[in-house]
């Protein structure tokens, strides 16, 4: 292990939240701040921005000025053009004698490249720990890009999820309560951008941004969600525009042309791999079916059977949609034609199939009655976990029709060397993808999260979390590597020849201070151009499993 003390210290003044860039391609990048005006009652402001090929800026490249004000939440966001393909390039804001921190970033590589390295993270909640993981990865010099898989702020209040933690750690969520409207969205950004870890990261790489659920809000799809009451909360669709709106501000990406929910996007490295970031929230995904709710229509076999043929495997529910499989279907096929030897998927929720493990012969009486003192639903959990039903409605498993269209796109456009990575779970995963007719897909790499506890922790279901883990491991046959022990990032690294995955570890968010290793590491390679586990640091394969 490698010990490291994260700074607590933010730059104040005029740009107060940092740099930031991102959604690179071969000639550009965005750059970002923000201003904080000296002038309560000012309304607008010229920034002035400089990019240079050195970080003494003695070689400018670009420069320009840029018009914030209110209207932007004084946000300060350009699109910095004519760059060179594969570079590195430093940038700066400027108003009046005020200067910003210096930011870092790159563009993406053209012709024959050896590698392509990226951090890949997800699920920042605030008041549960430091952001140790964001720290860690600012002290890289080697990354061509951070993926953030979503979840990158939260809507909750102080009495909501996380609120007890945020109070032993001073990080409670501001606004202090769960956020609804544009000025609380702008807010709830802010905070996050405050944070001297996620500064130094941002300062550091440039950023490839999806969403997940809580950028708006729990478990949203594309009329609704769960942790939204219109009785009490207004309008969703209000609702889901300043969040939007808000996420435009504050992130170092570009606006779709197509309206806001339609983010997924496809980045080329080279003649190494495609990155599609693709988008399952906000545009087509249907309702979620709720666990309660399927458990209380079944009361055997038949009914689930009868289950999951008239409504699990129903064809209208959707998650992609179609404008979205077109736009796929036409990327791959670039990328096939292209030469790319991988194909890198950008992705929210968890894409392997799997049922959840019969947890009854494993919790005496005594244990659930305990348990059930502390968590209510604990009785009901474990009785439905007899039920032969997936381990998750919310993620691609409660949407199999779809996820077979997606399936059936990647074979027709012949985009082998498949590897997904995924974020939502705030858990290790070391998946293989198959269709439902067995042929495979290609791999899976799920990231632990920033800060957000995860449901296989060790101390889940009264300390039984690992055993949890393990019944999934050994009940799924897709699920090769699975642990909710210690927050990280995967650092990948893709090469012509294979993939390289490192499960990458803090031992600690509960202070600054925290050591460094990796949890579990994976090589990745082609076989018939089926990307396949090729080996794992520390664990022994047997008969394609590992234990």
């Given at each position: 292990?490698?010990?490291?003390?994260?700074?607590?210290?933010?730059?104040?003044?005029?740009?107060?939240?940092?740099?930031?860039?991102?959604?690179?391609?071969?000639?550009?990048?965005?750059?970002?701040?923000?201003?904080?005006?000296?002038?309560?009652?000012?309304?607008?402001?010229?920034?002035?921005?400089?990019?240079?090929?050195?970080?003494d800026?003695?070689?400018?490249?670009?420069?320009?000025?840029?018009?914030?004000?209110?209207?932007?939440?004084?946000?300060?966001?350009?699109?910095?053009?004519?760059?060179?393909?594969?570079?590195?390039?430093?940038?700066?804001?400027?108003?009046?004698?005020?200067?910003?921190?210096?930011?870092?970033?790159?563009?993406?590589?053209?012709g024959?490249?050896?590698?392509?390295?990226?951090?890949?993270?997800?699920?920042?909640?605030?008041?549960?720990?430091?952001?140790?993981v964001?720290?860690?990865?600012?002290?890289?010099?080697?990354?061509?890009?951070?993926?953030?898989?979503g979840?990158?702020?939260?809507?909750?209040?102080?009495?909501?999820?996380?609120?007890?933690?945020?109070?032993?750690?001073?990080?409670?969520?501001?606004?202090?309560?769960?956020?609804?409207?544009?000025?609380?969205y702008?807010?709830?950004?802010?905070?996050?951008?405050?944070?001297?870890?996620?500064?130094?990261?941002?300062?550091?790489?440039?950023?490839?941004?999806?969403?997940?659920?809580?950028?708006?809000?729990?478990?949203?799809?594309?009329?609704?969600?769960?942790?939204?009451?219109p009785?009490?909360?207004g309008?969703?669709?209000?609702?889901?525009?300043?969040?939007?709106?808000?996420?435009?501000?504050?992130?170092?990406?570009?606006?779709?042309?197509?309206?806001?929910?339609?983010?997924?996007?496809?980045?080329?490295?080279?003649?190494?791999l495609?990155?599609?970031?693709?988008?399952?929230?906000?545009?087509?995904?249907?309702?979620?079916?709720?666990?309660?709710?399927?458990?209380?229509?079944?009361?055997?076999?038949?009914?689930?059977?009868?289950?999951?043929?008239?409504?699990?495997?129903?064809?209208?529910?959707?998650?992609?949609?179609?404008?979205?499989?077109?736009?796929?279907?036409?990327?791959?096929?670039?990328?096939?034609?292209?030469?790319?030897?991988?194909?890198?998927i950008?992705?929210?929720?968890?894409?392997?199939?799997?049922?959840?493990?019969?947890?009854?012969?494993?919790?005496?009486?005594?244990?659930?009655?305990?348990?059930?003192?502390?968590?209510?639903?604990?009785?009901?959990?474990?009785?439905?976990?007899?039920?032969?039903?997936?381990?998750?409605?919310?993620?691609?498993?409660?949407?199999?029709?779809?996820?077979?269209?997606?399936?059936?796109?990647?074979?027709?456009?012949?985009?082998?060397?498949?590897?997904?990575?995924?974020?939502?779970?705030?858990?290790?995963?070391?998946?293989?993808?198959?269709d439902?007719?067995?042929?495979?897909?290609?791999?899976?790499?799920?990231?632990?999260?920033?800060?957000?506890?995860?449901p296989?922790?060790?101390?889940?279901?009264?300390?039984?979390?690992?055993?949890?883990?393990?019944?999934?491991?050994?009940?799924?046959?897709?699920?090769?590597?699975?642990?909710?022990?210690?927050?990280?990032?995967?650092?990948?690294?893709?090469?012509?020849?294979?993939?390289?995955?490192?499960?990458?570890?803090v031992?600690?968010?509960?202070?600054?201070?925290?050591?460094?290793?990796?949890?579990?590491?994976?090589?990745?390679?082609?076989?018939?151009?089926?990307?396949?586990?090729?080996?794992?640091?520390?664990?022994?394969?047997?008969?394609?499993?590992?234990?």
């Amino acid at each position: 292990m490698t010990a490291y003390s994260a700074s607590d210290a933010a730059p104040g003044g005029a740009f107060a939240y940092g740099v930031a860039s991102g959604d690179p391609d071969a000639t550009s990048v965005v750059i970002w701040s923000h201003l904080t005006h000296p002038d309560e009652n000012a309304t607008a402001a010229q920034v002035q921005w400089e990019c240079a090929d050195d970080p003494d800026f003695t070689q400018i490249r670009a420069s320009g000025d840029i018009t914030t004000g209110r209207a932007w939440d004084w946000t300060v966001k350009t699109l910095v053009n004519d760059l060179a393909p594969g570079g590195v390039y430093y940038y700066r804001f400027r108003f009046g004698d005020a200067l910003s921190p210096v930011g870092r970033t790159r563009t993406l590589p053209d012709g024959e490249i050896d590698a392509a390295r990226f951090a890949i993270v997800s699920c920042s909640n605030y008041p549960f720990g430091f952001f140790n993981v964001y720290d860690l990865i600012s002290r890289r010099d080697d990354l061509d890009a951070v993926i953030h898989l979503g979840d990158y702020i939260y809507e909750y209040g102080p009495e909501d999820y996380g609120g007890s933690m945020g109070a032993k750690l001073g990080r409670n969520h501001n606004p202090p309560y769960e956020i609804i409207t544009l000025s609380d969205y702008r807010k709830r950004h802010a905070q996050y951008k405050s944070d001297p870890s996620s500064q130094a990261m941002l300062a550091r790489h440039p950023l490839i941004a999806i969403w997940d659920d809580h950028e708006t809000t729990n478990n949203s799809w594309k009329d609704g969600a769960e942790n939204h009451q219109p009785e009490t909360e207004g309008d969703w669709t209000a609702r889901r525009r300043a969040a939007l709106q808000a996420y435009y501000e504050w992130m170092p990406i570009r606006e779709p042309e197509r309206g806001p929910e339609h983010l997924f996007k496809t980045y080329n490295y080279g003649n190494l791999l495609s990155l599609s970031a693709i988008e399952t929230r906000l545009m087509a995904r249907t309702k979620q079916l709720e666990f309660d709710e399927v458990v209380a229509s079944i009361s055997g076999p038949e009914d689930v059977a009868r289950f999951k043929e008239e409504v699990l495997w129903d064809e209208s529910r959707e998650l992609l949609g179609a404008a979205q499989i077109e736009y796929l279907d036409r990327a791959f096929r670039s990328s096939v034609a292209a030469g790319h030897p991988w194909r890198l998927i950008a992705n929210q929720v968890i894409m392997a199939s799997m049922t959840m493990p019969d947890l009854n012969p494993h919790i005496t009486e005594e244990e659930l009655v305990a348990l059930e003192a502390d968590w209510p639903p604990a009785r009901a959990f474990v009785e439905a976990s007899a039920l032969p039903l997936p381990a998750s409605f919310d993620a691609w498993d409660g949407y199999p029709a779809a996820r077979e269209r997606f399936y059936d796109m990647v074979k027709e456009t012949r985009a082998d060397g498949m590897i997904v990575v995924t974020g939502d779970t705030h858990t290790w995963w070391a998946n293989d993808l198959a269709d439902a007719a067995g042929t495979p897909m290609g791999v899976e790499l799920g990231t632990h999260s920033v800060t957000s506890p995860s449901p296989y922790a060790p101390s889940f279901l009264g300390g039984k979390g690992n055993d949890y883990a393990l019944l999934n491991n050994q009940e799924n046959e897709a699920v090769r590597f699975l642990s909710g022990e210690f927050h990280g990032y995967i650092s990948l690294t893709i090469t012509q020849e294979k993939a390289r995955a490192e499960f990458t570890a803090v031992d600690n968010i509960e202070s600054r201070d925290y050591k460094a290793f990796v949890h579990a590491a994976f090589d990745i390679k082609r076989k018939n151009g089926v990307s396949r586990f090729s080996n794992a640091d520390g664990l022994s394969f047997r008969e394609g499993w590992l234990f």
